[in-house]
Structure formats: C-alpha cells, structure tokens
C-alpha cells in the first residue's frame, strides 16, 4: 500500500496570505490527523478528522482549520499567515475506529511551510 | 509533552552497544503509546507501541516498558546500528472517548559513532 502523501512539499508564504495543504491517507483509512512541528514547541496536535467530522481538535487558534473529503482526503488551511506558523506540518492516517482500540497513526513526509 | 526547543536532549552510544531513551508522560488516563523515529527530511516513523494494561512489549532489536506508576516510558534498543540515528519521540494518546490524538514527548537524539 502507498504511504501517506502531502503536497506540497515545500512551501513559501508570506505574512497576511493564507495557504492550504493537502493530505491523502493510507488507502482505507478513514481517520486524517494534522500535526505542527516547531524546533519551539516540538510536534503539537491540530485537529483529527474522521467521516467528513471533525472528531479532535488541539489549542490553535481558529486561523487553523481543516476539513475532509468523502474520499478521506484531507485539507487543512492557515488564513492569515504569521511568521510563528512556519512548521513542518505533518498528516497521519489510520484506519479511524478508535477507542476502545486505539490505532497507530501512520505519518506522511511533511510539508515545510515557511512564512516571510 | 514538554518542549525542549532548539536543543534536543542527545544521547551518544557506540556502534553494538544497547540504547536507553527515556520518557515521561503526562496523563495517567493515557491509554496507548507509542514510540516514533524521524529522521532528517522525514516523518516520524513507528517503531513500537504498547497498551496501558501491559509493562513491556518486545519488537525486533527494540523493547518498549511502561510504569504507569511513576508515568515513565523507555524504549530500549539492542545492538544500535548507525541506520538507528535519528530523534526518538514518545507519545501517548489519551484524547476523546473517540479518536486518535497524541500528544508527543519532546524528543532524543541519538547519535550512533561508529
């Protein structure tokens, strides 16, 4: 099976603007999760998406969001970008049943977003 | 997790030797954890994980121990590899009654010499 993928890969922005990254998830999984990682604040939860529904969501403000495709194919989005949003944004996928048996989330490459 | 910013705590063993990185979580509701390897470029890569109602968990060269008593994890690798470099994170899951969320330790580097 193919891996988690994101595009872009590299990305530049500047102050102001917004952006949308795209992540499709291991085929079958129906669960997408975002994370930002920050050499400040280390790998830091966004928000999980399952069946077209948010179903998690971190301590972002809203600037952040996201949303899910019938697919499972996953956006997220940064309106008006700050210079502190420069991260590596990461997507992992599993296959979305959940508690009461807690999946291994799977991650994507990345995509390194960087903010002037 | 807690953030250690720019400068990871590292951890320098020779090649052959075993490795030990430690981890403390946070929520002794947590339920699941897991242990992640990244590498330069990359995305964290599984490596193992294990379930709040065991102590240990053994994979190829790597064993993972839990003690919910302290709230302490470790991840221990035989015989580390130059391959084995990388910075190591810790997670635990413990979100929703529904759901997958982690939240990560702030990471090891480790650093294998040859």
């Known amino acids: 099976k193919a891996g988690v993928t994101q595009t872009p890969r590299y990305l530049i922005k500047t102050r102001g603007q917004q952006v949308t990254l795209s992540c499709s998830p291991i085929?079958?999984?129906?669960?997408v999760s975002w994370y930002q990682q920050t050499p400040g604040q280390g790998l830091q939860f966004l928000f999980e998406?399952?069946?077209?529904?948010?179903?998690n969501k971190g301590n972002f403000p809203g600037r952040f969001s996201g949303r899910q495709f019938s697919n499972s194919r996953s956006e997220m989005n940064v309106s008006t970008l700050e210079l502190g949003d420069s991260a590596l944004y990461l997507c992992?996928?599993?296959?979305?049943?959940?508690?009461?048996?807690?999946?291994?989330?799977?991650f994507g490459p990345g995509t390194r977003l960087l903010v002037l | 997790g807690e953030s250690v910013g720019l400068h990871l705590p590292t951890l320098s063993v020779q090649e052959g030797d075993n490795s030990i990185i430690n981890c403390a979580y946070s929520?002794?509701?947590?339920?699941?954890f897991i242990w992640y390897k990244q590498e330069s470029g990359k995305g964290p890569q599984f490596i193992i994980d294990?379930?709040?109602?065991?102590d240990k968990r053994q994979g190829q060269r790597v064993t993972v121990l839990l003690n919910k008593t302290v709230k302490h994890l470790s991840l221990q690798i035989a015989a580390t590899q130059p391959g084995d470099s990388a910075v190591y994170f810790c997670?635990?899951?413990?979100?929703?009654?529904?759901?997958?969320?982690?939240?990560f330790g702030g990471g090891t580097r480790v650093l294998v010499k040859p």
């Open positions: 992992a996928s599993t296959p979305g049943e959940g508690a009461p048996i807690r999946e291994t989330q799977y």
């Open positions: 085929s079958g999984h129906r669960s």
């Open positions: 998406y399952f069946s077209e529904t948010q179903r």
């Open positions: 929520n002794s509701a947590s339920d699941y």
């Open positions: 294990i379930r709040s109602n065991m």
């Open positions: 997670a635990e899951n413990w979100g929703a009654p529904a759901g997958n969320k982690l939240t």
